[in-house]
């Protein structure tokens, strides 16, 4: 089975753009999540998709949004990027909401977005 | 305000000695905790869990010990292998099953070095 697959893998945008990033989840996973990790931060939760739709969200700003397709795959897109933005972007797909049990989730490489 | 601290950025251990990864949460509410892995490059994995019934969950060199009063739990790992390098995150959830990754709160992370 193909593991979580996030593309692309490295991005350089500037400030003011905005920037789409996409996530294949493991085949026959429908729960998929996006998490943001920083230095300063470490791993903070952005959002969860099921079966099309938002299932809870973290807290970050309005700029932050995403979305599931019927395939499962997912996208997330930030507008109006800010330098603080810089993150290594995961996405983590499970075979349900919030899995079975947590060790069910598996994440991809990721995606390293930065902003100049 | 953090609510799962670990709060050593990092951690240097010959090969062959144990590693003592800490983590310290605040919410009473947590009763299920896990640890994860990460290597450069890569997305994180799982590693070990421990509910909060539990005081210690072993799992060949990984040991995991929660000390419920204190808040805080540990990962041990003996014998540490130059393997083992990578960033360790702890994580935290109100409830085993959720229903939404969005419950689970990972800490900063411990970069682990284990040294030959």
């Known amino acids: 089975k193909a593991g979580v697959t996030q593309t692309p893998r490295y991005l350089i945008k500037t400030r003011g753009q905005q920037v789409t990033l996409s996530c294949s989840p493991i085949?026959?996973?429908?729960?998929v999540s996006w998490y943001q990790q920083t230095p300063g931060q470490g791993l903070q939760f952005l959002f969860e998709?099921?079966?099309?739709?938002?299932?809870n969200k973290g807290n970050f700003p309005g700029r932050f949004s995403g979305r599931q397709f019927s395939n499962s795959r997912s996208e997330m897109n930030v507008s109006t990027l800010e330098l603080g933005d810089s993150a290594l972007y995961l996405c983590?797909?499970?075979?349900?909401?919030?899995?079975?049990?947590?060790?069910?989730?598996?994440f991809g490489p990721g995606t390293r977005l930065t902003v100049l | 305000d953090q609510q799962v601290k670990q709060n050593s950025p990092s951690l240097s251990v010959q090969e062959g000695r144990i590693s003592i990864l800490n983590c310290d949460y605040t919410?009473?509410?947590?009763?299920?905790f896990l640890w994860y892995k990460k290597y450069p490059a890569e997305g994180p994995t799982f590693l070990i869990s421990?509910?909060?019934?539990?005081d210690k969950n072993e799992d060949g060199r990984f040991t995991v010990f929660l000390n419920k009063s204190a808040k805080h739990l540990s990962l041990h790992i003996v014998p540490s292998q130059p393997g083992d390098s990578a960033v360790y995150f702890c994580?935290?959830?109100?409830?085993?099953?959720?229903?939404?990754?969005?419950?689970?709160?990972f800490g900063k992370g411990t970069k682990l070095s284990v040294k030959p």
């Open positions: 983590a797909s499970s075979e349900s909401p919030g899995g079975q049990d947590y060790n069910e989730q598996f």
């Open positions: 085949s026959g996973h429908r729960s």
């Open positions: 998709y099921f079966s099309e739709t938002q299932r």
């Open positions: 919410n009473s509410m947590f009763d299920y």
């Open positions: 421990i509910s909060s019934i539990k």
């Open positions: 994580a935290a959830s109100a409830t085993k099953y959720g229903g939404s990754q969005g419950n689970l709160i």
